[in-house]
């Protein structure tokens, strides 16, 4: 078990710019989440796959925001046109659900800290 | 929208005492489950304890255990023997729906700190 393992840990961008997020899961977890965590609070949803299938989408989700999961596999997230407000962690987890066993509780990456200057 | 609600910001206790952190949640919903997570300094967030709402039975595991009054829609953490490494933030959570498998709704944390 080699943990979620996101890319990269930090990025420092300019304003306007567009950046591209990526996340490794848990090799056998078929769901994969997103979130994002400014200073002092906590994790805000924004969205999860099972497999390829994009199952649930936060509001938070703006237009600027778009995720993918292309193969079930690894999943990336790109925020286009950042602005300030952009800046936060961005936080991915990974489970296991379905079939004979309980659904499996999130296990989470380290993260990725993105600043906006 | 769902909401979980962490009234302590911020807790202090010395080594080895017993400590409780609070959690309210708002729902509609009859069946659900939740975790309370914990995010040490620059650490990755790690799974503490969950709750599905059905067990009456409350959730231990080792120091850690919970309190759930389902009806009074509260669920609150108590750590035993507090340590040293138990000084991080919490986080309480709600799931979505009733599988626990989907996203997550968090409250603000609490900020634990354990003292020697």
């Known amino acids: 078990d080699t943990g979620v393992s996101q890319n990269p840990r930090h990025k420092i961008t300019k304003r306007g710019q567009n950046v591209t997020f990526r996340c490794d899961p848990i090799s056998e977890h078929n769901r994969l989440y997103w979130y994002r965590q400014t200073l002092g609070q906590g994790p805000e949803f924004l969205t999860y796959f099972q497999n390829e299938a994009q199952l649930e989408k936060s509001r938070l989700l703006s237009d600027r925001f778009s995720a993918e999961r292309p193969k079930g596999s690894f999943s990336t997230l790109e925020i286009q046109r950042t602005e300030q407000g952009d800046s936060a962690m961005y936080l991915c987890a990974s489970s296991l659900v379905g079939g004979p066993w309980d659904n499996q509780p999130q296990h989470f990456g380290d993260g990725t800290r993105l600043s906006i200057l | 929208a769902q909401t979980v609600t962490q009234s302590q910001p911020e807790m202090s206790v010395q080594e080895a005492e017993t400590v409780t952190l609070s959690c309210t949640y708002d729902t509609s919903e009859n069946n659900y489950y939740l975790f309370w997570y914990k995010q040490p300094p620059s650490r990755q967030m790690i799974l503490v304890i969950r709750q599905e709402a059905y067990k009456q039975q409350n959730a231990t595991e080792n120091r850690f255990s919970v309190n759930f009054q389902k009806a009074a829609k509260s669920f609150s953490l108590k750590i035993s023997d507090s340590q040293l490494g138990d000084t991080a933030m919490y986080f309480c959570?709600?799931?979505?729906?009733?599988?626990?498998?989907?996203?997550?709704?968090f409250g603000k944390g609490t900020h634990l700190i354990i003292q020697p």
């Open positions: 959570a709600k799931s979505h729906s009733g599988g626990g498998a989907d996203g997550l709704t």
